[in-house]
T-cell receptor, first 112, second 113 residues
Framework: GAVVSQHPSRVICKSGTSVKIECRSLDFQATTMFWYRQFPKQSLMLMATSNEGSKATYEQGVEKDKFLINHASLTLSTLTVTSAHPEDSSFYIC????????FGPGTRLLVL | GDSVTQMEGPVTLSEEAFLTINCTYTATGYPSLFWYVQYPGEGLQLLLKATKADDKGSNKGFEATYRKETTSFHLEKGSVQVSDSAVYFCALNSRQGAQKLVFGQGTRLTINP
């Protein structure tokens, strides 16, 4: 099956710093990638849809200036959490689409 | 809007028991239906899918049948193993191809030896 990787898998940062998370489709090209956020013991919340070569589409209530998304190529999308705060601590999961959505392993962010 | 409702968990079973996790949906049009599994500390893995009415998705002993008349996609397995312990998510997308997925709330399954 299709493989999607995320990097880093785990990151701890200080409040006020920015963190970049990479999502790569390893064996297929993905014109669309999705970014989700998952709180403990809860379902996935779609944050934004990332389309290669164009601006991301954010879901209602998600701050686009806070969560910067770049989809520079057909195999790479990045999510940058700017000026992170403790409430941004969460599990961030990306997916890449090729008829079916394939999910990355997730990135656990802890902001101190 | 489109929505997915799963049976509430957590569900705890003994090894070799029969498993059913209920999933019903509300959608306009003809959605594709999915079951994803999330093992502890990991992302989601596609378990099985069905793209049209009466289709049966199956994988690793799990099965689910797309029932349009009851708008359901219940997950079943005849004999569960300890390694099946995970969180299971039912999901739909409302158009063919990879569009936005709508997830159910997830059902945590624990299998005891």
């Amino acid at each position: 099956g299709a493989v999607v990787s995320q990097h880093p898998s785990r990151v701890i940062c200080k409040s006020g710093t920015s963190v970049k998370i990479e999502c790569r489709s390893l064996d297929f090209q993905a014109t669309t990638m999705f970014w989700y956020r998952q709180f403990p013991k809860q379902s996935l919340m779609l944050m934004a849809t990332s389309n290669e070569g164009s601006k991301a589409t954010y879901e209602q209530g998600v701050e686009k200036d806070k969560f910067l998304i770049n989809h520079a190529s057909l195999t790479l999308s990045t999510l940058t959490v700017t000026s992170a705060h403790p409430e941004d601590s969460s599990f961030y999961i990306c997916s890449a689409s090729s008829q079916t959505q394939y999910f990355g392993p997730g990135t656990r962010l802890l902001v101190l | 809007g489109d929505s997915v409702t799963q049976m509430e968990g957590p569900v705890t079973l003994s090894e070799e028991a029969f498993l059913t996790i209920n999933c019903t949906y509300t959608a306009t049009g003809y959605p594709s239906l999915f079951w994803y599994v999330q093992y502890p500390g990991e992302g989601l893995q596609l378990l099985l899918k069905a793209t049209k009415a009466d289709d049966k998705g199956s994988n690793k002993g799990f099965e689910a049948t797309y029932r349009k008349e009851t708008t359901s996609f219940h997950l079943e397995k005849g004999s569960v193993q300890v390694s099946d312990s995970a969180v299971y998510f039912c999901a739909l997308n409302s158009r063919q191809g990879a569009q936005k997925l709508v997830f159910g709330q997830g059902t945590r399954l624990t299998i005891n030896p």
